[in-house]
């Protein structure tokens, strides 16, 4: 091969390359350019659409009996922090979310990190209603040192992480399960620093 040649062939190389890279800063609705495309091409549903192949029409399917999904908690009392029998909320700390932890004061611990992210901004550190978002403006929430806060069950306060209550966002989505219930126990903890008569 002379060099010539050779040269020609890289140059020719080179333009191919240059021609299916995207241009840097514009946006295109096409697929990018691979060469295995077949990830891309599968069969899909969109979600609730509807199914021709399944006799109730769903695509979303719901879990085989006596499965679940690995992200989802089968018992209700962990994941919803209410009695399996629906009549109430949970009133302490389930068992088995403190051995996940190994042992309660492992719990608190957690707790403490995450109440300092996550809820400290609005409740402050030590719970009085007074954070920064508040100082910016936003109405204060109450104090967890309120008797109906401090009497409330941890399944409840479990619950209003999860779901948020009236001004309150839920945090369900961006706090673990356990996390959540780790929260809940510093919290009591914070109460019980402060709580003079106990
Ligand atoms: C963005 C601000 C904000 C953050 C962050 C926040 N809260 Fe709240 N929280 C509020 C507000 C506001 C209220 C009062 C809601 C109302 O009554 O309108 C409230 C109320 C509460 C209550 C009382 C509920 C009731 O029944 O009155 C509890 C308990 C609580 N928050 C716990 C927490 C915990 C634990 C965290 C951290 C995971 C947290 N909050 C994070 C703003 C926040």
């Known amino acids: 091969m002379t060099a010539l040649n050779l040269s020609s062939r890289i140059l020719g190389l080179g333009l191919v390359v240059l021609a299916s890279s995207a241009c840097r800063g514009q946006t295109s609705s096409e697929p990018p350019l691979v060469p295995e495309r077949n990830m891309y091409m599968q069969q899909r ?13 769903r695509t979303m399917r719901k879990p085989v009996e006596h499965t679940f999904a690995r992200e989802m908690n089968p018992s209700a009392e962990i994941s919803d922090g209410e009695l399996a029998d629906g009549s109430g909320y949970v009133l302490a700390v389930p068992d088995a979310v403190v051995q996940d932890f190994g042992g309660m004061a492992n719990v608190v611990d957690r707790g403490q990190a995450r109440f300092g992210i996550y809820c400290a901004p609005c409740h ?43 001004n309150m966002p839920p945090y369900n989505y961006s706090i673990p399960v356990n996390d959540r219930w780790a929260i809940v126990s510093y919290v009591r903890a914070l109460e019980l620093s402060q709580a003079g008569e106990h």
Do not use: C, W
């Open 45 to 57: 549903y969109n979600p609730q659409s509807r199914s021709t192949f399944f006799e109730d029409g």
């Open 124 to 166: 402050d550190l030590t719970g009085s209603g007074k954070g920064k978002v508040v100082e910016r403006g936003m109405a204060p929430p109450p104090s967890f040192h309120d008797d109906r806060i401090r009497h409330m069950p941890d399944g409840q306060m479990f619950a209003t992480i999860s779901h948020g209550v009236r």
